[in-house]
């Protein structure tokens, strides 16, 4: 038996596809962090910045609404 020889389309066609297969994880995985920073700012971040909205008001220094420290997470 000839052992037959590895052609070098086959080696190509393998590294494009593991090339693919990572571009798919890469995407995968940026729109799961994405997502878990648009999940954070609706649950954490907005509710917290109109407490301090609505705490600013009730204290008399509505002028100053829109300059709110910014939070850090």
């Known amino acids: 038996m000839k052992k037959e020889r590895v052609n070098r389309i086959s080696i190509l066609d393998k590294l494009h ?3 693919v297969y990572a571009c798919i994880g890469v995407t ?3 729109t799961f962090l994405l997502g878990v920073r648009v999940y954070r700012y609706f649950t954490v971040i907005r509710p917290e910045r109109q ?3 609505l705490k600013m008001i009730e204290e008399g220094r509505h002028d100053n609404v ?3 420290p910014e939070l850090k997470y």
């Open 66 to 68: 829109d300059k709110a």
């Open 17 to 19: 596809r593991g090339a």
């Open 28 to 30: 995968a995985y940026g």
């Open 51 to 53: 407490r301090q909205e």
